[in-house]
């Protein structure tokens, strides 16, 4: 009820929680039903499951003043990213996204990435990430994105064929930032 009264709250950060379902519910009915000015919204290890994410799709959908989204140490299967991925295509608003330590592979990735371009994500953080192969459907898709600057890609096991691949793409777009660190 107190989030559905705030007319000032911008910033909203319920990491580690382990937030159970129906506290999720209430929270995404909550910001879906309020007139928030909130535009940072930080749910990192909560532990979501596939309803969460359908949650926060449907929070997107009405596209929310939200600039900058955290779901890392949320673990998102393929359906999970397909859901995502589709309803980020509606928020128009999201210029920071952080995906770390998701669980994001050659399979869940592409479901989730291969909406990129269709954003106006400038920030993308997929830190701790298994991709692999899938990485190399990125940087094509990357390749027709205008919006992304910065791409975190610390810590994803990538191989020197992608590096390869990645350099010579990375040429023809408005990427200002690669993070490769290991």
Do not use: R, W
């Not at 990735?109 to 269709?118: A, S, T, V």
């Amino acid at each position: 009820d107190a989030l559905m009264k705030n007319k000032t709250l911008s910033s909203l950060s319920l990491n580690h929680n382990q937030i159970n379902e129906s506290g999720f519910t209430s929270l995404i009915n909550a910001l879906t039903n309020s007139n928030s000015t909130l535009q940072n919204l930080s749910i990192a290890n909560n532990n979501l499951q596939i309803e969460n994410f359908n949650g926060i799709a449907e929070y997107f959908n009405a596209n929310p003043p939200i600039v900058s989204l955290d779901l890392s140490g949320n673990q998102i299967d393929n359906t999970s990213a397909n859901v995502m991925g589709v309803s980020l295509k509606k928020a128009k608003n999201l210029h920071t996204l952080k995906l770390s330590s998701t669980g994001l592979n050659e399979e869940s990735g592409p479901q989730l990435l291969n909406f990129i371009p269709d954003t106006n994500v400038e920030y993308l953080e997929l830190d701790n990430n298994n991709i692999g192969k899938a990485m190399v459907m990125l940087i094509n898709k990357i390749k027709i994105t205008q919006s992304l600057k910065v791409l975190s890609l610390k810590k994803c096991s990538l191989v020197p064929t992608f590096l390869s691949i990645m350099a010579e793409n990375v040429k023809s777009t408005n990427i200002e930032e690669i993070h490769l660190e290991n």
